[in-house]
């Protein structure tokens, strides 16, 4: 209570008159400023965001240890220069991207080499402290931030790559190097990272393994489950795991990496990774298409999975609410003329002549059956970008109205855009948009909905409604994004209650003091 | 001297006859390599597309026949087989037909714009056109010299740099982007005009134009059909990297300013 009181006037004092000052301090204690936080340089409300142990109260803090002096000392002289404590700085660690949950984390630490982070987890565990592993903090479902005061171990600075087999095409890395680095790192050598999202220049490749990070291409080159080869984690013993194997096959015993692939840092902290990278496509083409309906939409899928088959290499969607977000909020233009439905095409192969031949075929039939209205084809690169644009900067459009809820989830194709019709209906006039995109290729549906600002009323229409919408026709309440902390409690509408308890188990055998990312992805 | 076809200038409808260079070159997003022999870049396999300036000319000159300004809109490209492609991109934007002037090898690598500029002047008094269009520079070798070059080949006005262009009676009213800022001026037809990058926002090519583009003609033709020497005028001695760029360093106070820009020799 001390702390954040200290911490609450450090920040005040930063306000311009001490009038304001006075009506601050006599506000609730836990209502902290934003001081500067800005997003996007967007106008949008700097407003107060209340901590997550405000806005959801019936969350109880485990019974974890609190930070001491002596603690301090340790971490300082485990990792001199590289704790940090200034209240100015947390900020960023202690907020989501998306604005919606805040952690009252005391520390950060940003160790360097996977020793340090076992010397980390060793002390923490023995003093039964809480910790957030966090990599580039783009996590939607809150997972990446701290709830209550659990100690924050970036991997910001563990950002080497360790070494690249071109033959192979095999890369061994430190957890934190960022996507983008590395995809542009291995595009000087015709190779490419397997997977891609929009988040792509901030995320670690720590945070996507321990997500199981989906994104744009997984329709071609697969999940991580698969192009992963090898990770190295320690445990919250401070035990390492070494499974970091840079063997396309290799069947001996039990294949340990695959628990920490997508557990969100509840079972250990991936430290290194080595990830089989694809060869870079010669010849990429993308495509904008309008189409009039979602029934149309399926059909343009089914025509171009014929059609295009193996070069075919991501199918998006997108409605006209998110084209229209993103005229409204960052200002983007509408390649084509307005439609119900848009699906963005791209294709990816070795001979460009082919490609092309193939994508033209497609899209003389798409438009001569009449499935397909109009569209366009990228003409260069820079057309290619800003058409990709178009469906990975909806998400960063959206914030821009306030708040947003997200939800993420998989359904039997025929139904995917039903919700969305029924949830429109549901929420009417009460939201400022309704939103959906996703990628059409792996069934999996971005609904997003937002507010000015955080209402509980809206919030109730949506939830539990949308999750019994998706488990009656047995679909995944999250297809991507994770439980995180948003989503803790909604496993059992896709996981059946043996299930889960055999992960409730498996959970306490690799960290029975619960040190690792309390309060997150499994009800205990 | 030249005149070209005059369109019907009575009132408001002009029936102008347009040709507008397109030049293919690698494209924008590309990060440029050079050759090992230091003798060129790498050009082999690499992504090309439509100099952006060219693809700003082509979207005006599409604008002015949707303005029923013009009456028919060529695009011209010099080059290898490959500048076919170039040509489609400007007829799926909207341009009637196209011409290929193919030029390829050694040839095609010592071109100049001073060669290009007498090809595309011969073009334009065959077509007897009214407007060349052409961008104000190439992204590959920025000389911004083709524009002025063949106006002076032709005697005709140009307006260079355009970033907005109006029809005042006859003639053409145009705003150029200069140094001070902008400056109008009142342009006779025929005239070059050249491309700057406000003067409009290039359409993306909706797919029923990409297919009609690939029935739209396109005509190929050889420099000594236009009677143009296109052997080389420079010669290329070596193409280098520019120096690396060292990293700086954070000094404590002015005092250690100081003394560092003295050691450099630079004060």
Redesign the interface.
Same mark, same amino acid.
């Given at each position: 209570m001390k702390r954040v009181c200290t911490r609450q006037f450090r920040n005040l004092t930063r306000l311009r008159s001490f009038g304001e000052v006075r009506e601050k301090i006599s506000r609730s204690i836990n209502h902290v400023c934003l001081s500067r936080r800005s997003l996007h340089g967007s106008a949008c409300r700097l407003g107060e965001l209340e901590l997550t142990s405000v806005r959801y109260p019936h969350v109880q803090r485990g019974k974890y240890a609190t930070l001491t002096e002596k603690d301090v000392d340790f971490f300082q002289k485990l990792l001199p220069q590289r704790v940090l404590q200034d209240p100015s700085e947390l900020d960023g660690y202690n907020i989501d991207w998306m604005r919606t949950v805040r952690g009252n984390s005391q520390m950060v630490l940003r160790p360097k080499t996977t020793s340090e982070v076992a010397e980390i987890l060793k002390y923490c565990n023995e003093r039964h402290l809480a910790v957030v592993p966090q990599g580039g903090n783009t996590g939607l479902v809150g997972g990446s931030v701290p709830v209550f005061d659990e100690i924050v171990i970036s991997t910001q600075l563990m950002n080497q790559i360790i070494s690249l087999d071109e033959v192979s095409g095999i890369i061994v890395c430190q957890s934190g190097c960022v996507l983008e680095t590395l995809d542009n790192y291995l595009a000087e050598r015709e190779l490419m990272m397997p997977l891609d999202l929009g988040a792509k220049g901030s995320c670690h490749i720590g945070g996507n393994v321990s997500t199981n990070a989906g994104g744009l291409r997984l329709l071609r080159y697969g999940s991580l489950h698969g192009s992963v080869l090898g990770v190295e984690a320690v445990l919250a013993s401070g035990e390492i795991v070494d499974c970091l194997s840079s063997l396309r096959k290799d069947n001996t015993g039990y294949d340990l990496k695959q628990l920490f692939i997508g557990s969100e840092g509840t079972l250990g902290m991936v430290t290194s990774v080595s990830i089989l990278c694809p060869r870079r496509p010669?010849a990429v083409n993308v495509a904008?298409?309008g189409v009039e309906n979602f029934e149309a939409a399926l059909q343009t899928f089914q025509l171009c999975k014929g059609m295009l088959a193996e070069i075919l290499s991501a199918c998006e969607f997108m409605d006209q609410e998110s084209m229209q977000c993103i005229q409204e909020n960052l200002k983007l233009?509408n390649?084509?003329k307005s439609y119900p439905l848009y699906i963005l095409i791209e294709t990816s192969g070795s001979h460009g002549s082919h490609d092309e031949e193939k994508l033209?075929v497609f899209?003389?039939a798409a438009?001569g059956k009449g499935i397909?209205q109009?569209?366009?084809?990228?003409?260069?690169?820079?057309?290619r970008?800003n058409i990709w644009g178009l469906r990975e900067r909806i998400a960063e459009g959206l914030l821009h109205d306030g708040y947003n809820y997200k939800y993420d989830i998989s359904l039997p194709l025929p139904k995917l855009y039903e919700i969305v019709e029924d949830m429109r209906q549901r929420l009417g006039s009460k939201v400022t948009r309704v939103v959906s995109y996703g990628h059409l290729g792996d069934g999996n549906l971005h609904f997003n909905v937002t507010t000015p600002e955080y209402d509980k009323e809206v919030l109730g229409l949506i939830e539990p409604y949308i999750y019994e919408w998706t488990s009656q026709v047995r679909g995944s309440v999250s297809a991507e994004h994770g439980l995180g902390f948003k989503k803790r409690d909604c496993i059992r509408y896709s996981k059946e209650p043996n299930a889960v308890k055999m992960m409730v188990k498996m959970k306490k055998l690799f960290d029975p003091n619960g040190i690792l990312n309390p309060y997150k992805t499994i009800p205990l | 001297m030249t005149k070209g076809h005059q369109g019907h200038l009575n009132g408001v409808k002009m029936a102008l006859r347009i040709l507008v260079g397109c030049k293919r070159v690698i494209?924008?997003?590309?990060k440029v390599r050079v050759k090992p022999d230091k003798m060129g870049v790498v050009t082999e396999?690499v992504?090309h597309?439509?100099n952006?300036f060219d693809e700003i000319a082509v979207e005006e000159a599409v604008r002015m026949k949707e303005k029923k300004l013009a009456s028919e809109i060529i695009a011209v490209s010099c080059g290898p087989q490959q500048c076919q492609e170039t040509l489609r +991109?400007a007829l799926?934007m909207g341009l009637d037909r196209g011409i290929h002037v193919e030029i390829s090898g050694k040839d095609y690598e010592t071109l100049q714009p001073f060669h290009v500029s007498k090809i595309l002047a011969k073009i334009a008094e065959e077509e007897k056109v009214d407007i060349i269009f052409l961008g104000k520079q190439a992204i590959d070798d920025d000389c911004n010299q083709t524009g002025q070059m063949t106006a002076a080949l032709l005697d005709w006005p140009q307006a260079t740099f355009a970033s907005k262009i109006e029809k005042n009676n006859g003639d053409l009213m145009v705003t150029r982007e200069i140094d001070g800022g902008l400056e109008t001026i009142n342009v006779k037809l025929p005239c070059v005009i050249t491309s700057d990058l406000r003067l409009n926002?290039p359409?993306?090519? +909706?797919?029923?134009n990409?297919?009609k583009a690939k029935k739209k003609p396109i005509a190929k033709k050889s420099p000594a059909d236009l009677g143009v020497d296109v052997s080389p005028r420079q010669e290329v001695l070596s193409v280098e990297d520019p120096p690396v760029r060292e990293a700086g360093s954070i000094v404590q106070d002015v005092d250690e300013l100081v003394s560092k820009l003295k050691a450099a020799g630079v004060v």
């Open positions: 010669k904008f298409l233009t390649p084509i033209n899209l003389e438009m397909v109009d569209g366009t084809i990228a003409m260069d690169v820079t057309q970008q | 494209d924008y997003a590309v396999g992504k597309s439509m952006p +991109t799926a926002e359409r993306y090519a +909706t797919l029923p990409i297919m």
